[in-house]
């Protein structure tokens, strides 16, 4: 205690003059008002309530990590996009003089900076996995739902600090894994109320098919920038350019087969470029896709997700056009993973094959509010307020607020004095669909005016009788 | 999907060697176990729950804020324990030449760095209220659960990332918010077992009776310096120090029965330098106290918390010692709170007396755990795992599975072929309580084994009868 006062007398002497600043935020990032929290939180409960249902459990790790565990993972463009954190106290006494000299931000930077905030859930699962290898059950199904924090340039609908939510098994190569994942996406969508399609492909299927194209680099830039072109000039115009670099018409022909398809599977099996390899693609896409609702969950060719350590199935999800059938909807997919086989290595983790599936949750709260998706109580914080107009009907609605709580009703009572239209106002904001009324009239007789607040229907009741109604 | 497809293929002919690294985490961070986020997933939604039938609504704010949003509200030390990020790109480009010839770290920081991490939830409370004010109801119940961080020294317990759970009330100044937040208090700690101290006073009545004592700065320092002792000399150690530095006698006694007496509030409405303002705290203080048990909630007048911006009432809750008949839980306050009066004015708010409580989450782990509070079930993740012999009795079980699921009860089936000590170990390790077997016997028979991992009891049920007894 006396610390505490010491600290207290100290300060009281030595207030600084508070200068007044305009509230601003960072630039990227967002403060959550109640409202939004709650739908935010009826997504997080809802995936959550899904993944425990599925045997996977929940982890955290820190918000930073060192440096040393982030760089090199995510690409030259990834380690740029890394908060980086200035080490504590005097951070410049260990530059040497000649970088001091230099002036040069990249040479500078390791001697300043010894940790940056986590860039994304997979890195730090890694890590996380092969330092705690001998705490954790075999196979490791694990979710995480975390901020991460990119120095992306802000712009409408991409944040500096956002969250992701990631289920994962680490440890195990049946495919029953990924059949579970699938069934988690398809229960996840339908609980939320979204249509979507799973789009589903294999990656050792892509190589195979790349390779069966003799694809290089040297072809390879030109290549992509005709492919890329596609939703402007579509198949003909890329067909044409495809020509005019002397790609032969027969691989043209399995390159549109490929990207375009239907019943790829099958064609595919008859190409003679197939490799033992590719087979086992075909074999494990064929297996996963006979377990599901064809419609829902779809092979597509097409798919071949940005990361570069998926070996085996991937995912992709995407809203369903029936949810929105004016086609208004812009948003890039809802959700992605795939197998990895060496996500581990990079930490010493050997023989650690994962597969994992993560939620674009940050999207998906855009198209929910869309499609007007959440719930309309999710507004409604407390089921009831106690209003008042004296201190005497206040101090009595208080008793009866007591026995209301000790029925776990969640309640409240207007503090202080207000005009009655101010304490009725606050219930409309805050959307409290019951009010009771406490004046003299009630006190007298014990019969409180129970209100509804969206019919305005009002009528007396004793508080045990009001009790049983909120219950 | 082209563009997808574009960086696959640049990442796979980019590939950069993966530089093997020995996994850890910055000093004073942690990650969190499963069994470790279940116990304190259970603190935060029994707190939450409690907040929730106050009517108090969540909301959060970014990880990071500008640095001028944070600076100068800690004090200096603060400001030296913020963790400060690194500025994007050529963060060096607009150092001024003189500064960086210099060297001098403090003089370069305010070119290199624009943002901080927050460094508690109550200034960023604070910017919240002001910046939102037209979009939210007064007045304002918010709570607040995150992490907040801090560049301090790492030691046993204290740790640089570490969460912080508040609640207030902004725009009230009524007597009730007071009552109800300790009414909190003596919830949340009754349904997590713990059995706790709330301490309360008044700042008013600290500042009266300072100024009783004729306290200035000169006198300051070595006034503290002696009481700082109190620990290792006691009460007498701490009068003869006093009376060396000539503090009268009068003074003296009066300071003892500020710091340890009984009945403090009697003796001190007898006091003669009271003041209109100490008698507004007296009476406060007297009101709050009034309404509950005085065993649990005690006005204690050594009671004065380490922050300056507190002006009525100070909460510190502490534990009981009837938790711990043999004394050995050495362990700080579990809460504390208080009203303040300017907390907005900074951020240009007028008028917005706000008060407001928060829970010392990371003690109240360290504590139940060391009292063996958390529930038992707890640890456990899914309700039943099915284990199997071969790939038809893995299809078979993973068919009896779906209907398990369907009941929305957490369960598994083990991923891939396993022999079956395997298998149950996994089972024990989650500890999952029951287990179903499927061999060639219960696929011929439609009764499966189901076993309860704690009692060793076997019987063959049908999978109706299964889900009937895990409902």
């Known amino acids: 205690m006396f610390e505490d006062l010491n600290i207290y007398i100290y300060t009281v002497c030595n207030m600084p003059e508070i200068k007044k600043i305009k509230p601003s935020l960072p630039k990227g990032t967002r403060d959550f ?175 195979a098919f790349l390779k069966s194209l003799d694809f290089s680099m040297s072809l390879g830039e030109s290549f992509l920038t005709a492919l890329d072109k596609f939703d402007k000039i579509g198949e003909d115009g890329v067909r044409l350019e495809l020509k005019k670099l002397n790609v032969a018409e027969e691989t043209i022909t399995l390159l549109m087969a490929f990207l375009l398809g239907e019943n790829f599977l099958d064609k595919f099996s008859d190409l003679e470029q197939k490799t033992k390899e590719s087979e086992q693609g075909i074999n494990e896409l064929s297996f996963v896709l006979s377990k599901f609702n064809k419609q829902k969950v779809k092979s597509d060719p097409s798919l071949v997700r940005g990361l570069n350590y998926y070996t085996g199935i991937i995912w992709e999800v995407v809203l369903d056009k029936e949810n929105d059938a004016n086609n208004n909807i812009q948003i890039g997919s809802l959700g992605g993973g795939g197998r990895y086989d060496n996500l581990t290595e990079m930490f010493g983790g050997r023989d650690m094959s994962g597969v994992g599936i993560s939620f674009g949750i940050e999207r998906i709260y855009d198209v929910m509010e869309e499609l007007n998706l959440f719930p309309a109580e999710l507004g409604e914080t407390t089921k009831v307020l106690f209003v008042h107009f004296d201190e005497a009907s206040e101090a009595y609605a208080f008793e009866q607020l007591q026995k209301v709580r000790a029925a776990d009703i969640a309640s409240e009572i207007y503090p202080g004095k207000k005009k009655l239209d101010k304490q009725m106002n606050y219930a409309n904001d805050k959307k409290i669909p019951y009010v009771v009324v406490v004046g003299g009239d009630e006190m007298a007789s014990g019969l409180l005016t129970f209100k509804n607040m969206a019919s305005g229907e009002q009528e007396k009741l004793t508080i045990g009788e009001i009790i049983s109604k909120l219950k």
Not at 65 to 83: A, N, V
Not at 169 to 177: A, E
């Open 33 to 207: 008002l109640p409202a939004e929290v709650a739908r935010r939180n009826y997504i997080f409960d809802t995936i959550k309530s899904v993944f425990r249902k599925y045997g996977f459990q929940q982890i955290d790790t820190p918000a930073f990590e060192r440096l040393e565990t982030l760089t090199g993972k995510y690409g030259e463009e990834g380690d740029r996009l890394l908060f980086k954190i200035l080490n504590s106290g005097d951070y410049l006494k260990d530059v040497p003089h000649g970088d001091w000299l230099n002036k040069n931000s990249n040479s500078v930077i390791r001697h300043i900076s010894e940790k940056g905030l986590r860039y994304d859930l997979t890195v730090p699962l890694a890590r996380y996995v092969v330092q705690h290898q001998s705490e954790l059950t075999f196979p490791f199904k694990r979710f995480h739902i975390a901020p991460v924090w990119r120095a992306d340039r802000p712009q409408r609908g991409r944040y500096q600090e956002f969250y992701q939510c990631d289920a994962d098994i680490i440890g195990s190569t049946s495919l029953l894994n990924e059949i579970e994942l699938t069934q988690i996406y398809v229960e996840v969508f339908d609980k939320l109320g979204l249509s979507v399609i799973i789009r589903i492909n294999h990656r050792k299927i892509i190589e």
